[in-house]
């Protein structure tokens, strides 16, 4: 832009000047007579013309704009953001879906011969016998737990009592490798924590055919009473047929007190609030009077504890609930008859 300014005031400076030094024409000449040569008359017009003055235009001097000086900036430091790692989640391996087992009421088990006393409209529980502890009692794996189960209405022999080997073996027989099920009466459990349940197994009801066969006796405890009357029907039968416990032959005499007058053929107990069971022989005829000390020491009063009379045999028998109450240990009965006494120990478990 400078260079165009200078050659622009080059031009404006040159054209004037050069206008000026371009010559004028000259005059014709006249005829003049030769004679001496005369200087020639200055001339007015011959006068060079004064040169204008060029008066240039104030040039305006550009003020070179200050250009910002830009200062690079430096780089932004990147901010690192720390990033969540998604961890995967486990693979979820699906569970297989249970088959919902048809609920079965005791209605459709009323039909098997002498369960007709079950309660109607009962849920029934399908379980699988893992161990059988006795006659009456037996380890089941019911909705995934493994549960003891007490049968309703009936008692089989302890372990340290007569017949108590047969008994679980007949129970053993009747349940094991089958499916079984439990119905339930008014109660759920005992003060065990058992269930309290009458069981099938096939076709058959556990309950009364451990009666029925002679391997149990009737145990009736309210308000669990609804087949107590067939209970006590099938043993009946069962000590009429001599079948069981009630065909064994009688057990070794037990020691007494006095030998020879009373002597004690067996002695039962069994847990609180199952039956108790005495048996003694003594001379034909005797009035015999029985007196049942608990494990705690205290005389008991149940119903069947009464005055009888020996048999043409000279046997006399006395059967008794024993209290739920009754603390587990060991108790004592003592028979009287004639005068003549014998203590022996009973277990209550």
Known sequence: MRVGLRFLLSLLIILPVAACARPTPAAPAS????????????????????VPSLTLPATATRTPTAIPTV???????????????????????????????????????????????????????IARPVRVIDG????????????????????????????????????RNLVEGKTLYLVRDVSETDRYGRLLRYGIAGDVFVNLT??????????????????????????????????????????????????????????????????AYVAVRTAPGALCEIVYITPAGNRSRAAGLVPKAADASGQVEWTWKIGTGTRPGTGRVT?????????????IR
């Open 31 to 50: 005829p003049i007579p030769a004679g001496p040569t005369m200087a020639p008359a200055s001339s007015p017009t011959s006068r060079p013309s004064p």
């Open 71 to 125: 200062s690079p900036s430096p780089p932004p430091t990147p901010t690192f953001t720390a990033t969540a790692t998604r961890t995967p989640a486990p693979t979820r391996t699906p569970r297989p879906t249970a088959t919902p087992t048809p609920e079965i009421s005791s209605d459709a088990l009323r039909g098997i011969p002498g369960a007709e006393c079950l309660p109607p409209g009962r849920p029934v529980e």
């Open 136 to 171: 009456d009692t037996l380890d089941v794996a019911i909705g995934g737990q493994t549960r003891r189960v007490r049968y309703i209405g009936i008692d089989a022999p302890e372990r340290d009592q007569a017949f108590y080997a047969e008994a679980t073996a007949a129970h």
């Open 210 to 275: 451990l009666v029925r066969e002679g391997y149990a006796q009737t145990l009736t405890v309210p308000p669990d009473v609804s087949c107590a009357e067939a209970f006590r029907s099938a043993e009946a039968e069962a000590r009429s047929a001599g079948r069981g416990l009630w065909g064994m032959p009688a057990p070794t005499p037990m020691a007494t007190t006095l030998a020879g007058e009373v002597v004690f053929l067996a002695v039962r107990g069994g847990p609180p609030g199952g039956t």
């Open 335 to 347: 028979v009287t008859c004639n005068g003549a006494s014998a203590s022996a120990p009973i277990e």
